[in-house]
């Protein structure tokens, strides 16, 4: 038991320091109010509040500030000289264009690729050249098996006449 106790001893204090962190977060950024916007930015917790020179924590249950804390055209989070109005515009922009940008590549690649009746005409006539020179090299290298065999039939006379009654006819 003595063990068990001594680890909840240690647990204890991170809990009250994780209890506490908000509170001293919150105290933190309330310092700065009346002071300049770069001081209150320097904790990423912190909103800067431009209409009233506020410094205020952030509220991270919700992704934007509600309008009763802070207007969206004053309201300062990271740097002073962007407002989370023109934040929120400038993303939308940057999102759209990039999911533009891969609308447009899929449609590209998918779609007017395959449909292009000029590739396939292409790919087509390419097929038929290669295949016919295939062709001719496998004629040229028939040609010249049979002359090597006829050759070597010669050399030890088993070459075979065209018409095997040709010797009796021209006797």
């Given at each position: 038991?003595?063990?068990?106790?001594?680890?909840?001893?240690?647990?204890?204090?991170?809990?009250?320091?994780?209890?506490?962190?908000?509170?001293?977060?919150?105290?933190?950024?309330?310092?700065?109010?009346?002071?300049?916007?770069?001081?209150?930015?320097?904790?990423?917790?912190?909103?800067?509040?431009?209409?009233?020179?506020?410094?205020?924590?952030?509220?991270?249950?919700?992704?934007?500030?509600?309008?009763?804390?802070?207007?969206?055209?004053?309201?300062?989070?990271?740097v002073c000289w962007v407002n989370f109005?023109?934040?929120?515009?400038?993303?939308?922009?940057?999102?759209?264009?990039?999911?533009?940008?891969?609308?447009?590549?899929?449609?590209?690649?998918?779609?007017?690729?395959?449909?292009?009746?000029?590739?396939?005409?292409?790919?087509?006539?390419?097929?038929?050249?290669?295949?016919?020179?295939?062709?001719?090299?496998?004629?040229?290298?028939?040609?010249?098996?049979?002359?090597?065999?006829?050759?070597?039939?010669?050399?030890?006379?088993?070459?075979?006449?065209?018409?095997?009654?040709?010797?009796?006819?021209?006797?």
């Amino acid at each position: 038991m003595a063990s068990g106790g001594a680890l909840c001893r240690p647990l204890g204090g991170v809990a009250l320091l994780l209890l506490l962190l908000p509170m001293a977060a919150g105290q933190e950024c309330a310092q700065f109010t009346n002071r300049t916007c770069q001081d209150c930015l320097r904790n990423v917790s912190c909103l800067w509040c431009n209409t009233d020179s506020r410094c205020l924590d952030y509220p991270v249950s919700t992704i934007l500030p509600p309008a009763g804390l802070c207007r969206l055209s004053s309201a300062r989070w990271g740097v002073c000289w962007v407002n989370f109005e023109a934040l929120i515009i400038a993303m939308s922009v940057v999102g759209g264009s990039l999911l533009l940008a891969v609308a447009l590549c899929c449609c590209y690649c998918c779609y007017c690729r395959r449909r292009d009746p000029r590739a396939s005409d292409r790919s087509e006539e390419k097929a038929v050249r290669e295949r016919e020179e295939r062709r001719r090299r496998q004629e040229e290298r028939r040609a010249e098996m049979k002359s090597r065999h006829d050759e070597i039939r010669k050399k030890y006379g088993l070459f075979k006449e065209e018409n095997p009654y040709a010797r009796f006819e021209n006797n």
